[in-house]
Structure formats: C-alpha cells, structure tokens
C-alpha cells in the first residue's frame, strides 16, 4: 500500500467514523425519546413538512453541530487561553488517529501493524485527558470540578476496558486488532466465547462515552456542563465532533474485538455487504447502551467507582480467567 | 413579657410559631402579631399574642433565640416595617440585597468577601472553596442563590439568599377589593394556586361571618386534592430529572397530563382553575361529569401505584435518595418543618387534620395521615408518592358526596358596605405544607392588611441544616426534597423603573 492510497484511506474511514458516530448519536436520542413518549429528530419527516426539513433527520446531531460551527466562540479572558483552545483540538488529533486504526470490515488503513491495540488504548486514554485539561483552566468552578470527576471516573471505566481488550489479546495471540478480529472469523466471535469481558468493556464504554448512569462529570443540574461550560461556539463544536468520533470509535472497537468485525463466520460477504453488517452490530450495541441510559439515574460519583470495581473490574477479571482457561485447557475451542 | 410567653408557649407548651405579623396601624404605631398554633396538640387550638409599639422607633425582643423558626420571619417583618427585633441572631437582609441600600449595623460582613474560585486560585486544598448554586442554575428554574462552602466534594456551610423575583403581592392586595383579591392570590403561585385561594378564602370567609354551603365545599376540596396530585407528580418529575433520571422526568409528567385532563373536564382551565369565590365556587359539576373523573381518577390511581412501585424497585433510585439530606425530628419542630417534609422526619402535622377546613373534617371524608420515619430525601419522595394515593381516596370520597348532597354552590357574599373590622387567620395544607394568611379588615372592602407565610418560606430556612455534611452530587435532590417554590417565597416589593414610572416590576 503505497502512501497517497493510505492517506485516502484513512481519510476515507475518518468520515466513515464521522457519519457512524452521527448515526449511532441520533439513535441513542431517537429510543431515549421515544421510551420516553417523546418523538425525537424524526426518521421519516411527514410529508407536508418535507419541503422544509428533507425526508429524513437522522443526521440531526450533524446539524446541532454545523449550527454551533457557525457560532460566535467566546473565550473566557481568565481563561487559560492556549490550553484552552488546544484541549478539543488535540482530543480531535487523537481521536482522528483511532479511527484510522479501527478497520471497517475489510476496510483498514493501519489496523493490521503489530501493537495497534496499545496504541488504541493510548490515544483513547488521552481523551479523558483533554476533557480533564479543558475543564480545569476554563476558570469555572464547574469545569474545574467536572474535570475532577473524569480524573475520577476515569480510572474507573479505564480498567474494565484495558482489561477487558487485553483478554481478547490474549484469546486472538495478537496485539493487533486486525488480527484479533480475523481470529474470530475463524473459531467464533468473542462475544460468545468470553461474554465477561465483553460486558466488561461495553459497561466500560457506556462510562466513556458518558451515558447514563455514568454521565456523572457533565451532570447538568449539579455542574451545569462540566468541563464543556465554558466552551461555546466552535470550539463547542469540536467538542461535539469528538463526541461523534468517540461514540464511533469505542463502538467500533467493541465490534472489532467482540463480534469479529462486521465479518460473519462461515458465511463470505464482499465488502461492502460488511460494512452493513458492522454499522447493524454497531447499532444494536447503541441500542443496549441507550436503553441502560434511558432507564436509569445518574450515580453519585463515589457510588459509580464501587459499582466499577465491584462489578465491572471483576467482570473484567473473570472474563480474563476465563480466556486463560479456554486457552490453555480447551485450546480447540478458542481455535 | 412577651419572652415569657414565647417560652412558655414553645418551650412548655410546645407550640408552633406560624409567624410573626407586623400591622402598621398608622398613628396608632405598630402591632406585632405571633401567631402560635397548637393545632397539632389539640384541634384547631391556635393563640394570637398581640403586642403594640410606639409609632416612633418601635423595637421589641426577638423570639428568634427561643424559637428558631421565628428567624425568618422577624427577618421578613424588619424589612417590611421599621420594626426592630433587637438581639435577632442574624439580623441581615432578608429580601434586599445583604449591603444595599445601608449594611444592616452590627453584622459582620467580612464572609462576603470570600471570593468565588474565578480565576483559579493557588489555594491549598485544604481551604473549602465557595460554589454558587443560583441564582441562575439548570437545579433551579427560579431564582434562589445558596453559597455552598465546600470541602472537596462535602459541603461544609450553606447560605441561602432570597429576594430574587420579589413582586410586592402583599402591598397589592392592600388596595384591591376582597373579591378581587381572589384573582391576586391565585397568581402567588402557578402551582398550587387552589390552594392559595382556599386559604385566602377561609380567612375572609371567617372575617365576614359567611358558611359556605357543603356542595361547594365538596367541589373546593374535590379541586384542591386535584391540585396536590399534580403538584406531587410535578415534584416527582422534578425530582427523577434532579437525580438525572430524565426518564421518570417524563412518565410522571405523562401521568399528570391525565389530572390536567380532569381539571380541563371540571373547570374549563388546565391549571389556573379560579374556581373558587366569596361563599363558594365558581360552577357546578353535572352528573356525567362526575362518572367521567370517577374513571379517570380509577386510571391515575393504577399509574401512581406504578410509579410508587417503581421507586420501590429501581435499585439505583433508591441508593440515590437514601440516607442523604437527613432531617431529625427535633430538627424538624425545632426548625418549624411543614408539609411533607415534617411529615417524612415522623412529625404528623398536616393542617387537614390538625385544623379542618372544607371537606377535611370527620363527618364529611375520612383518610389517612401518612408520615414516614427516615427524615431523609427517600422518606419525602414516599410521603408524596403515598399521598397522592390518600389525595385521590379524598377525591372519590368528594365525588361520592357530590352525587348526594344537592343544594347551592354558592351563597350572596356580604355588602362590601357592610363588612365588619375584623381579623381572621386562614390556614391550609398546601402541597408543600401549612400556608397561612392573616388578614385585618377596616370596614371597607379593602382588607387593610395581609399577611402571608407561605410553606417553602419555612422549608427552605432548614435546607442548611440538611445540607450540611453531604456532597455537592447530592445538593440538588436535597434541595428539591423540600419542593422548593420560589414565587411562593419571594413576593413583596414594588420594583420602580425610574425611566418609566408607570412601569411595574415584575
């Protein structure tokens, strides 16, 4: 692969990312709407409203995005400035570098290179960090305690998912997710192999992304936005396009090393047909994720790290135990 | 003298203070009135001490020592009135601004110059930082301003500063005529203004002598427990939404729907009803009309069993709301608790039973008192959800009568030439607890003075106490355990525009 091929691939699987995270966003409102009796951006618009508002909205939270993009930016004069701005710029740096080490079905850039799964896990891990950084020099008292509380949190969620991603490591004899996800196409998908650590990482994930119960560092009604409060504008709208970016990410790892990748075992689809497949695996997981958002209260932020510890980090635990047997026990299985 | 009494009343006793009264009597000076209500000892048992002051520099002892709940009050009474309570333990601005327009004289003022931690501070953490929860905040969608001292995460010392949305109801109503004063206490509040009318009422019904006929009294008590179940859905979607569970947000709202639905099928309006008037109400309710809420309230008695269930089985809800914002009972009488949130610290003080008004007493329906014993934000959550179920038992009881007792709705109120001087003290439960008016008349058909105290007034002055010790995470459902109300709280004052004269504050 020679490098002008690469660089349109990744930018290719960038904006592939970009829309997934649009489209996985739009659902997580459109079941928390509509379990909530509310309508939400419409699937279909009505037809006499089509003139106006297209056929369909389900890239509503695109457009939230373009309007915040065409907005006035007002920065804090206490404000940190340089740390400020750069915060969300260097979450987008990384989260542009994930989403060209996730593979789209067969569509990889730089998944297939040895060691992609630490670097993932690396610039994932960087994230929290920026949100941590932007939070605290905004001056707010509520972004400094919402920073405070991803530092928190972070630690928290983080485990399950190192943990959890190495099992599978461990199971496929690969850093690589390219390879971790081949390796499933020839025994079974993680998913039903190890359901442990996948429980372990998708609850790991669902702290991530921050969704309910885990949206503890933006709570509105007690820190207003956290660490987004100060930010406005376009700066917020880079905010929201790392949202994108991150919901498609981590839902695209889980899907990489759980449910092989969009690929179906004993059933050859070309490659297009696998891009269906993951973006449909991609969407059932949201669909799990938004339904433990809309069904549950926010934990208190001591409560969320027991729960972690207690229930995650020990699914997690489990999940690693339980690959170490598969492996060495039952080789025949795990393939 | 009157400290003597005061101790003998609160402390012997073991009286409520209401509330402190200040009538200004014009030449004749000043009359200070405490109203002590031992009500909750013995049936409608209350006690009015009345105390008369010089026209020029009026002062008195304050009770606020004895009876902390008199704090507040006192506090209100020296903003109104040129009364001075001397040794008040804290003798700031109630309403006004704490330094404007002259700093109170001999309090400390130094706190107001810890300064909010923008930009950030090199402070070591050991030193609490200050949080401004109001007076624009996502918590509340009213104005209330709590400076929150924290220690990490642990709040260490609250603040609470009203005076917001100050609107001068009170002056108002002193030059608007009985009847019309009607309207006036309905838009107190957007809540729970049934309630606000009956109390308004029960007072100016007592001044002129009038017994209002029981089929309006059926159809009174039938709208106001209409209107505690709306008010305790209301607070239970406030409350799920508090605690970031958007979800009960929206199905308890849901529900209420169907009471809005009710109140359109009775009154004609979905929320502000005005049926209530002088000597009865505004329309009766035909026969279908009854069968129709009788299904209805069949229908909202299975969804608010649902939602009582659901707290009961939601494990994350309830680790949210247990254990957190604790009340004591003694806290609770010390601090003059009312409402739901005396009767979630075990005090069982609800004036529908304390001191019956309407279709409250024995004879007309019959119903429980529910109190829990927790004292904390779960016990209030159950005392509401509980009620709405005795509020809608009350209602079917109401319809029932409704089918029986025929006769008129309304009966001729009093000549306005003829209105006697008088005093009279109304009372009610309200949704969030006792509200009471106390009302002078002068012969004319004006009342000369009005005196509210409204029930969030006497909660939020404990919300302090039950703060105190818990995390920031738990500030916002502590403060909406009380179901704050801040237009109920704030009322008074007239706010000129000085480029428009005629203009009125809001």
Redesign the interface.
């Known amino acids: 692969m020679n490098l002008i091929e690469l660089i349109i691939q990744a930018t290719l699987l960038t904006s592939a990312s970009f829309i997934f995270g649009t489209i996985y966003n739009y659902e997580i409102r459109k079941i928390s709407a509509r379990l909530q009796s509310r309508r939400g951006p419409w699937l279909l618009v009505p037809k006499p409203l089509r003139k106006s508002l297209g056929t369909t909205r389900i890239l509503q939270p695109l457009y939230d995005i373009i309007k915040l993009l065409c907005k006035e930016t007002i920065i804090p004069p206490t404000a940190r400035r340089r740390l400020f701005i750069s915060a969300p710029l260097f979450a987008l740096l990384c989260l542009v570098a994930s989403s060209t080490i996730i593979p789209i079905g067969e569509y990889s850039a730089l998944s297939s290179f040895d060691l992609s799964l630490v670097a993932l896990l690396y610039l994932l891990l960087a994230v929290p960090f920026t949100l941590i950084l932007g939070g605290s020099v905004s001056s707010s008292p509520w972004g400094i305690f919402g920073g405070q509380r991803e530092a928190d949190l972070m630690l928290a969620y983080e485990t399950p998912i190192v943990i959890g991603s190495f099992t599978t490591a461990i199971m496929a004899g690969s850093m690589s997710i390219k390879e971790i996800q081949v390796a499933q196409t020839l025994s079974l998908p993680y998913l039903v192999l190890n359901p442990f650590a996948a429980a372990a990482v998708l609850l790991g994930i669902i702290g991530k992304l921050h969704l309910k119960p885990f949206d503890i560092p933006e709570a509105e009604v007690e820190i207003v936005a956290g660490p987004a409060t100060e930010y406005s504008g376009k700066l917020l709208g880079l905010m929201e396009i790392n949202k994108m970016l991150l919901t498609s990410v981590c839902i695209g790892l889980f899907i990489n090393l759980f449910m092989a990748g969009g690929a179906v075992p004993g059933v050859t689809l070309n490659n297009s047909l696998t891009v269906l497949t993951y973006l449909a695996e991609g969407l059932i997981i949201v669909a799990v994720a938004s339904l433990i958002h809309t069904l549950n209260p926010r934990f208190r932020i001591d409560q969320a790290l027991d729960w972690y510890i207690k229930t995650a980090a020990l699914l997690a635990a489990v999940g690693l135990c339980w690959a170490y047997i598969l492996r060495h026990i039952y080789p025949a299985i795990s393939g | 003298m009157v400290m003597e009494l005061a101790r003998y009343l609160t402390v012997e006793a073991g009286g409520r203070l209401m509330h402190v009264s200040v009538i200004d009597r014009g030449f004749d000076g000043y009359e200070v009135v405490y109203h002590y209500a031992l009500d909750h000892l013995e049936k409608n048992l209350h006690l009015n001490i009345k105390v008369s002051l010089p026209e020029h520099n009026p002062e008195i002892e304050s009770v606020a020592k004895l009876s902390p709940e008199a704090s507040w009050s006192e506090r209100e009474m020296m903003e109104l009135t040129p009364v001075k309570f001397i040794n008040h333990p804290d003798p700031r601005h109630l309403w006004l601004p704490y330094e404007w327009p002259n700093p109170v004289e001999g309090v400390d003022y130094e706190f107001l110059k810890d300064r909010?931690?923008?930009?950030?501070t090199q402070k070591s953490s050991n030193q609490p930082?200050l949080?401004?929860i109001g007076p624009y905040?996502?918590?509340l969608i009213e104005g209330a301003y709590f400076r929150v001292k924290l220690k990490d995460?642990e709040i260490t010392d609250v603040d609470v500063k009203l005076g917001w949305n100050h609107r001068g109801i009170m002056k108002l109503f002193e030059s608007r005529s009985y009847s019309r004063g009607v309207y006036l206490a309905e838009r107190i509040c957007g809540i729970c203004n049934v309630t606000h009318t009956t109390a308004y009422l029960n007072a100016v019904e007592t001044l002129s002598g009038i017994e209002v006929p029981d089929r309006a009294k059926y159809i009174r008590t039938l709208i106001a427990e209409l209107e505690r179940i709306h008010s305790h859905l209301l607070w239970l979607g406030v409350a799920?939404?508090?605690?970031?569970?958007?979800?009960?947000?929206?199905?308890s709202w849901?529900v209420r729907e169907k009471v809005l639905d009710i109140f359109e099928a009775t009154t004609g309006s979905r929320r502000t009803p005005a049926m209530n008037v002088i000597g009865g109400v505004r329309k009766d309710l035909a026969g279908e009309t009854i069968g129709k809420i009788e299904r209805r309230l069949l229908d909202l008695r299975g969804e608010i069993e649902g939602l009582v269930k659901l707290g009961y089985d939601?494990p994350?809800?309830r680790?949210?709301l247990q254990d957190i914002g604790k009340l004591s009972l003694s806290n609770a009488i010390s601090g003059g608790a009312v409402g739901p949130t005396a009767r979630a610290s075990g005090w069982k003080l609800d004036i529908r039973w304390s001191s019956p008004y309407l279709a409250y007493a024995d004879g007309y329906t019959t119903w429980d008192l529910i109190t829990e014993d927790g004292g904390d934000v779960w016990a209030r959550t159950m005392v509401r959800l509980k009620e709405m179920l005795v509020s809608i038992d009350i209602a079917k009881q109401c319809l029932q009568a409704l089918k029986k007792v025929g006769g008129p709705i309304k009966i001729e109120a009093v000549d306005p030439k003829n209105f006697p001087y008088n005093e009279a003290l109304g009372k009610t439960e309200a949704p969030r607890g006792e509200l009471m008016y106390y009302i002078v008349s002068d012969g004319t058909n004006i009342p000369y003075s009005v005196r509210i105290r409204t029930p969030s007034f006497r909660n939020n002055s404990l919300l302090p106490k039950m703060l105190k010790g818990y995390?920031?995470?738990?500030?916002?459902i502590i403060i909406g355990s009380i179901d704050p109300c801040y237009s109920c709280t704030d009322r008074i004052i007239v706010i000129k525009d000085s480029e428009n004269p005629k203009g009125r504050g809001a």
């Open positions: 909010l931690d923008a930009p950030p930082s949080m401004p905040h996502p918590l995460e799920g939404d508090l605690i970031g569970f958007k979800t009960l947000f929206m199905l849901k939601h994350l809800m680790r949210r995390a920031l995470a738990d500030a916002p």
